[in-house]
Every structure is written in C-alpha cells, then in structure tokens.
C-alpha cells in the first residue's frame, strides 16, 4: 500500500498507469469481443474510413478490420517488449554483477567487451542482429534484447562495485558463504529495485525499437500484424488515407508514453529517500490548519503565542510543538535550550513559515512581529521579511550554502533579493559583511567557495548572510554546533557585541548552558514540544525549578568545583504522536506522583519566572 501511494503521488505517473492497465485489460479480454479475423482480407472494402458499418476504426489496403489487428498487434508488441526487457534486463544484469563482484581482470575483461558493443549505434547493431538471423518478429525480439543487455550491464555493474566492498559483503565472505550465495542472497536483494526501476524505464523504448525493425519489414512479416508492420504497411496511404496510419501510430505513442511516466513513477518510489519523505517538494510556506481563538497582539518585537506544529504523517500526527510562548524585545536574547527532539527547531521554523508541508502544519497559535501575524501573512509578505526583517542562521553552514556558487555571489544574491541596488555597491556592502564578521582578507575571502573555507569560516558567512539587511530579529539555530572552543567563543563575542551594536533580538537555540551564561538575558527550557520553565538566565541556572531542568544543569561537567555525580537522566524523551497524560516528564522524574499523570499542567509562576510542575524544586 505504502508503495501504491507513492506511486500515485506522482500524477502523471498515475496517468500513465492507468492508461496503460485499459490498454492491456483491453488486449486481455480479445478471444472474448467480436471481433473480425484480423488476417481476412476483403478488397472490395478495401480503406474504408472510421465508423463505417461493421469497421468502427476502418480497413485497411486489404480491406481487413484495422480495429482487430490494432488489438492484435498491440498484444504481440507488449509480449515482444516485456520479453525483450526481461531478456536483457536478466542477461545484463548478470554480467554487471559478475563483473562488478569479482572486481579485477574479470571487471576489465568483460567492460571492455561491453564497451565495444556501446561503441555502435544501437540501431545499426539491431540491424546487423537482424540482417544475420533473417528477418522474423523473435529475431527482431534477440536483436532489441542484445543491443540493451550493455544498458543493464554497466549501470548494475556500478552498483555492484560500490556494494562489492561494504561490511556486509565482508561479513558474508567471513561467515563461509561461497561466492555465488553471496551474490544470490545478499548482493541481488540490494540491486533489484534498480534492475526494476532500469526495466520500468526502458521497456518503452524497446517496443519502440520492435516496432521500428517491423516498420522497416525485418519484424513481423504478413499476414502478422505488430503495431511497427501496420505503420509500415500503411506508409504509402498516408496522404490519402491517413487513418491507417494515424490508428497505429497513435497506440503506439499511448503505450511508449504511458510506460515512461509509469516507469518514472516507479523509480520514485522505489527510492528510499522518498519512501522517508525526503524528496517531497514542500509548499512556499507551511500548511495553516488553525483551530480555536487567536491571541490578541502585544507590544513585544517578536512574539510566539500558544503556537502548535504538527507534522501528519499517514494517521499518524506528530504533536512537535504543544502550545509554545514566547516572546522578545530589541537589544534582548532569549536562549531556548532542552534535548534533541524537544521541538526548539521546529519552533523556530514556524516562525517564518519553513517547516516544510507536507508533513508540517500549523494547527494552533499566532507568531507576531511587530503585532502582524506572520502565521496569517501571504506568501509574498513572508517572503519580503525573510532575511530582511527577521533573519535566520542555520546549524550547518555547509550545507545551507551552495557550493557551486561562491561566498560574494551569494552574500550579493541575500542583498539584491530585498534592496534594489547596483551590482559595485552590492558586492562593497558583501566585503563590508564579511569585515563586521571579522573574516581576515575579506577582499580576497569573497570570492571563495564554501569548500574552501573552515567550519568557523563558514560559520562566519553565514552570520554575515544574516546580517546582510539589518534584520530586527536573528534565530540562531545551534550556530556553534561542532566548532572548537575558540572559534564558538568569537561567534558568541561577535553575536553579543552585534546586537548590542544595532539591538538585535536574538533566539538563540542550543544544548549548551555554557553559552546561555555568556549570551543570554533569559533561558526558556523545553521538553515534549513546551515550555517546562522560563526566567532570567541566572536565576534559571543558580535555582532551576523544573525537575528537568535542574537534571540538565546537572549533566554539565564542572571544573575546579570538587567531586560530584554527573548521572544522566534516566529513560528516554517520549514521542510525540503517543505523549503521556499529564507531566510528559513524569516517567523520567524521580518527584512525580499520581496527580503528575492525572491531567495537564499548566505553566505558571509570576514573572518573570515560570514553571511547568505541581512539585517544583522551589516555590516562585
């Protein structure tokens, strides 16, 4: 099932597949419609147009029924296709994996013999087959089948190879398997879904070069009738009795079209990475689904109200974010912090539209800047304040630049997309970025690729790509994730000294209270998709009130400061399409009690801390 929906997610694919299921339900049923003999001719109805009584397509330059051998053809073009396809698809991939497996003399020997068979032209080496064996529709099938075996041959071949040398392969030859059960029982599982998706995209092709050896009079020969022979028999009628050539040749474009978007179809899903939703094209801006009221405006710069995100999947709804507020000020850093999983990216995410849909959905809340609902704005509006008025610094730089294009091209591209100016000033306000962000030999940096630079460097552009129309807000998403001590604590400087230069409102995300301490004015911790607790970055870390956060802060390793037990915190986060009732802590917490898991909590305290729990480690 799960197949059938990838498949039919694509609609030309579905399209293609349901144009070619009538054509062969169509050929299937033929003993039992009644129709004419197909190779009975009668001259004195000879080209007798569509419609006429008893020929409803007409007949051709024998007066035979061109409907009968339409169906007629078309089920010997089918068979003659698949059967190639198979023959080919067997045969060649055989000889990839032979040669891919084994490696060596064995791969050189049979590439280049597979070489020089590719060095034809495919149709001249049909021909050849064809001109050798006589003409006949199964010498026609052997000569399309060979001319595709190299195909199958050199794209399984180098799939093999890459394969041939993983750990699995290795285990297996360490376990005793002989060489043909490994490639019967380890290697041939892993490459099928390619020898299927080679098949599914080819075998169109092969009725077309059957038809084209028949159209030449080298397949089927009379009174047999293919889809190629009616098509050649009918050339010298094309003027003046066009259909018996417009008939045959459109059931030929119906099948060849119909199979190549099934065929694609089928590679995409097949594909593992589609199968994980990797490869769906998400919408501009993420799916609303608002249910309930919506909050009331407030005075703050940024606000995140009761916001909740959730991604569907199947029927099954992942609750990422349950209800999360929040909110900042110019010149002010919140830092949100919490395990992985805890919802803090896909939070931030929301803000400006970027969960990707499908799966994601917004189903609750509002998120406010400067009092507009950005969860209610237009594409086009959202898309003018991206970057412009509220910036976004992702965790890997690597792999949000692009590689093809380098540093200054893409510094100028972020500038241009919202300011109108000339291509001189552009690039001198790149190099200026690039300064701000304290890159040495920024001139010469900047035309740099992103490869070419360090993590730290890279770290930098990307800070600067934020920078690059004085945004209002900055979200920061584990923006110094793997880099060393010295160069996350220049990004951090740098990042404390930019907003208190230009009052920069900072969300700063992070698993690392070390950089809470240094940067942030207030800590908002989060678990399950929600706001455990929140309050002033000393007062959260001196006296933690949440269980959970006090178990965070005693992760941290201390130096200097005696001996103490670092434990982790036993068990793990819940998931989040299945949270338990009430405290979604609760099991983990060595505090929790009956009432925990009796009913939703909610957060409370008088400002400006905040806590989600009946038995707080202090009472605020």
Request: contains cysteine.
């Amino acid at each position: 099932m799960t197949f059938l929906k990838l498949l039919f997610r694509n609609r030309l694919a579905a399209v293609g597949g349901i144009v070619l299921t009538a054509i062969i339900i169509l050929v299937l049923i033929i003993p039992f419609l009644p129709l004419q003999n197909p190779d009975i001719t009668a001259t004195a109805d000879r080209f007798q147009k569509p419609l006429s009584d008893g020929h409803l397509v007409g007949t051709d330059h024998l007066g035979r029924d061109l409907l009968s051998r339409l169906l007629h053809g078309t089920r010997l073009s089918l068979a003659v296709g698949v059967s190639a396809a198979l023959i080919a698809a067997t045969l060649g991939s055989a000889i990839g994996i032979i040669a891919g497996y084994f490696g060596g003399r064995t791969d050189n020997i049979i590439m280049r013999g597979v070489d020089m068979l590719m060095a034809f032209p495919y149709i001249l080496l049909a021909l050849a087959i064809v001109a050798a064996l006589g003409p006949g529709l199964m010498n026609a099938l052997i000569a399309v089948a060979a001319v595709n075996v190299p195909f199958f041959a050199r794209n399984i071949r180098g799939i093999t190879v890459g394969l041939a040398g993983r750990e699995f392969i290795d285990a297996a030859r360490l376990a005793g398997m002989g060489h043909t059960r490994i490639i019967l029982t380890e290697l041939l599982p892993n490459v099928l879904p390619v020898i299927i998706i080679a098949m599914s995209t080819t075998v169109g092709w092969m009725i077309l070069e059957t038809a084209g050896l028949s159209f030449l009079g080298l397949g089927s020969q009379p009174p047999q009738a293919d889809l190629g022979s009616m098509l050649g028999e009918a050339r010298s009628a094309l003027i003046s009795h066009p259909h018996t050539s417009i008939i045959p040749g459109i059931m030929i474009f119906l099948i060849v079209m119909s199979i190549n978007l099934l065929g694609d179809g089928v590679r995409d899903a097949l594909d593992p990475r589609l199968r994980s939703g990797a490869l769906s094209r998400p919408l501009a801006t993420t799916l609303v689904q608002r249910q309930g009221n919506i909050p009331e405006p407030t005075d703050d710069l940024l606000a995140i109200q009761e916001l909740e995100t959730q991604f569907h999947i199947g029927k099954r709804i992942y609750r990422a974010v349950g209800g999360v507020s929040l909110a900042v000020k110019p010149g002010e850093c919140l830092g949100v912090i919490g395990e992985s999983g805890s919802g803090k990216s896909v939070t931030a995410l929301s803000v400006m539209g970027l969960v990707a849909s499908p799966p994601g959905v917004i189903t609750g809340g509002a998120v406010r800047f400067q009092g507009e609902d950005l969860i209610d704005a237009d594409y086009e509006s959202l898309r003018q304040k991206r970057g412009d008025r509220v910036a976004y610094i992702f965790q890997d730089p690597l792999s949000t630049l692009h590689p093809l294009y380098t540093i200054g091209q893409q510094l100028v591209e972020a500038i241009k997309s919202h300011h109108k100016i000339g291509n001189n000033k552009s690039r001198e306000r790149a190099i200026q970025l690039l300064k701000d962000v304290r890159i040495p030999n920024a001139e010469s940096r900047i035309d740099n690729y992103p490869h070419e630079m360090s993590g730290g460097m890279r770290q930098r552009v990307g800070i600067a790509m934020a920078l690059a129309n004085e945004p209002d807000v900055i979200i920061a998403d584990e923006p110094t994730t793997a880099l060393d001590v010295t160069v996350q604590a220049q990004i951090l400087s740098l990042l404390d000294d930019l907003r208190r230069e230009r009052g920069l409102a900072i969300i700063f995300i992070t698993h690392d209270f070390g950089v809470v301490a240094q940067l942030c004015d207030r800590i908002a911790v989060m678990y399950a998709g929600r706001i455990v607790e929140e309050g002033p970055t000393a007062e959260v870390l001196d006296t933690p009130a949440h269980p959970y956060t006090k178990r965070l802060i005693a992760c941290v390793p201390e130096l200097g400061g005696g001996r103490r037990e670092m434990a982790a915190i036993p068990g793990l986060p819940p998931v989040v399409d299945d949270l338990p009732p009430g405290c979604a802590f609760a099991p983990r917490c060595d505090k929790a009690a009956t009432e925990c898991r009796a009913k939703n909590i909610e957060l409370e305290g008088a400002a400006p801390r905040a806590v989600r729990c009946l038995y707080p480690e202090e009472v605020i």
